[in-house]
Nanobody, 121 residues
Framework: QVQLVESGGGLVQAGGSLRLSCTASGSIFSINDMGWYRQAPGKQRDFVATIYSGGSTNYADSVKGRFTISRDNAKNTVYLQMNGLKPDDTAVYLC???????????????WGQGTQVTVSS
C-alpha cells in the first residue's frame, strides 16, 4: 500500500546538475529517515545520502560538497540536489524511507523503483 515514486533523473554532461525527488504515498503514519542509494551497472548498491525527521543529514564521502539532501515533511517528499556531476555518478538512484504505516507499527524500510542518472564526459 505504501509507494515511493522517484523523478528527476536524466542525461546531463559532466559538471551539470539534476534535482531528484521522491514522494511516499499510501498508508503512512510517520516517516523517520528518507534518502538515496545508487547502483551502477555491475556494482553493488551504495549509500548516497539520508536525512532524518529532525533535519540531520549524512552523506557519502564521494558526494560531499556536491549533493544536498532535503525534505518536505508535509509532502512526504525527499529531494537530492546534485551539482558538479561526474561520470562516476552515473547510476540508478533509489529512494528509501523508514516509516510506520500506523501508530502501533514498527518502522520498516520502503524502496522506490529507481530513476536513471547518466552523466556524459
Amino acid at each position: 500500500q505504501v509507494q515511493l515514486v522517484e523523478s528527476g533523473g536524466g542525461l546531463v554532461q559532466a559538471g551539470g546538475s539534476l534535482r531528484l525527488s521522491c514522494t511516499a504515498s499510501g498508508s503512512i503514519f510517520s516517516i523517520n529517515d528518507m534518502g538515496w542509494y545508487r547502483q551502477a551497472p555491475g556494482k553493488q548498491r551504495d549509500f548516497v545520502a539520508t536525512i532524518y525527521s529532525g533535519g540531520s543529514t549524512n552523506y557519502a564521502d564521494s558526494v560531499k560538497g556536491r549533493f544536498t539532501i532535503s525534505r518536505d515533511n508535509a509532502k512526504n517528499t525527499v529531494y537530492l540536489q546534485m551539482n558538479g556531476l561526474k561520470p562516476d555518478d552515473t547510476a540508478v538512484y533509489l529512494c528509501f524511507a523508514g516509516l510506520q504505516e500506523g501508530r502501533s507499527s514498527a518502522y520498516r524500510p520502503y524502496w522506490g523503483q529507481g530513476t536513471q542518472v547518466t552523466v556524459s564526459s
